[in-house]
Structure formats: structure tokens, C-alpha cells
């Protein structure tokens, strides 16, 4: 396998994960649910429902802008239709765990940074992951401002780091959209881009952002780029 990237963790502090498809495969289980609640409500399917939305804003935040003024009454259903079926959707994607381990195994920090709402994330982590391996999570509408914003990792890494001491080689934020490696570029930190954005977003061009097919593909990577 050639390296595309060099990965060296010699000056890792932590490393930030987003959470909806990057950690976790949870678009099925958000689709099937916004999906009941759409057609409850008389529109379309998501999948021509989600061109409303605003790229920049979380899903919950993007309710308004597809249900008007019935938002916050949609959104309190499809919590509930999420909350009763995620457990039989949700997967993490392979080698997701080698690669958090990886990470343990060198003392590096591990961190959630998400826009989801936190009695979501919070029921969902343990399905998938001890969630004693990450020193902080974070979810959305907890700092100033959620990503792209750098607002948001500054929050995450308050307790670690001073925004000011922020680098590409000492902080890593791994994500699966703009969103997230916008962030990343905001704050100072090395973005990395695993698969493809849940929404199907446009790719930026930016030789700064790291962009690695799969969990796998990262994990190999990382072995090659250091050796024992």
C-alpha cells in the first residue's frame, strides 16, 4: 500500500471524531425516521426533502427550514421514532475500533465533537463504543457556535489545549464532511476526511484536508506511517 499521507503521531495530542458517519453508520436509522415524519406531515421523501436544507446548519437546525413552523413538533417526533428504532440500524464501520485503540494504545486523547443533540448521541455511543475511551464529547448547541465554526473545537479541547497552541500536528479532526474539515481549517487543526459526506456534499479542494476512502484505508495508514 502506498502512503498518501504521512501520518506520523509523534506530536499527537488528540485526536477529534465526528460522529454520524464517521464513527458511526447512522444514516439508515436517521432516514428511516425522517422519513415516517415526512410523510405524516403530507411532503416528499428525504431524499428530495433535504435540498432545503442549509449545509451549514445541523440536521435539527435544518427542521425549520423543511417543516416551517411545525419544526420543533417534527422534531420531537422523529426523536422518538429515532430514539425507539436506532439500536437495529446502527453499525460502526470497519476497523473503527483498531483504529481507536491505536490511538489509546499511544496516549492519545480521544474526543467526540458533533451538531447532534446530546440525549441522542448519548444513547446511541454505548451501542457501539465504551464510552469511558473519549475524554470529552460534545454535542450541538453546547459551545458559541457548532461547525463549521471553530467556536466548537475550542470548547471541545478547553479542558486540554488553549486555541492559540492549536496545530495541524497536535490536533487531528476526523470527519466525514465539509463541515467538519472546515472546522478543523478554522481552528488550526489537521483536517481528515473518511468515505464520503452523509449528505453527499461537494468536496472542497484543499490540499490541507487528508481524504482517506475508509476507516480501513486510515488504519493502514497509520501502521505504515509508524512503524514499531
Known amino acids: 500500500m502506498q502512503i498518501k499521507y504521512d501520518l506520523n503521531i509523534k506530536d499527537l495530542k488528540t485526536v477529534v471524531f465526528d460522529w454520524d458517519n ?4 447512522s444514516r439508515t436509522a436517521l432516514v ?16 428530495i426533502e433535504k435540498q432545503k436544507r442549509n ?5 435539527k437546525d435544518n427542521f425549520v427550514n423543511i417543516f416551517g413552523l411545525n419544526a420543533q413538533e417534527a422534531y420531537e417526533k422523529y ?10 440500524f446502527i453499525t460502526a464501520f470497519p476497523k473503527t475500533h483498531n483504529v481507536l485503540q491505536f490511538f489509546k494504545d499511544h496516549n492519545i486523547s480521544l474526543m467526540i465533537m458533533s451538531n447532534k443533540e446530546r440525549i441522542l448521541l448519548e444513547y ?17 448547541h453546547e459551545a458559541k ?20 497552541d492549536i496545530t495541524q500536528k497536535n490536533v ?14 478554522n481552528a488550526g487543526a489537521q483536517a481528515i476526511r473518511i468515505g464520503s ?29 509508524n512503524p514499531k
Open 172 to 185: 487531528w479532526v476526523v470527519g466525514d464532511s465539509p463541515q467538519d474539515s472546515k472546522c478543523a481549517q
Open 55 to 59: 449545509n451549514d446548519l445541523s440536521f
Open 22 to 25: 464517521t464513527l458511526a453508520e
Open 124 to 140: 446511541e455511543l454505548p451501542l457501539l463504543f465504551n464510552p469511558k475511551i473519549f475524554n470529552n464529547v460534545v454535542c450541538g
Open 197 to 225: 459526506s452523509i449528505w453527499q456534499d461537494e468536496d472542497e479542494n484543499s490540499d490541507d484536508v487528508w481524504f482517506f476512502d475508509s476507516f480501513v484505508d486510515f488504519y493502514e495508514s497509520l501502521l505504515l506511517s
Open 32 to 47: 428511516y425516521a425522517v422519513n415516517k415524519v415526512l410523510k405524516e406531515y403530507g411532503l416528499e421523501d428525504w431524499e
Open 79 to 88: 426523536r422518538n421514532i429515532y430514539l425507539k428504532n436506532v439500536s437495529q
Open 145 to 164: 457556535k457548532d461547525k463549521p465554526y471553530a467556536e466548537h473545537l475550542w470548547w471541545t479541547l478547553k479542558d486540554v489545549m488553549q486555541k492559540e
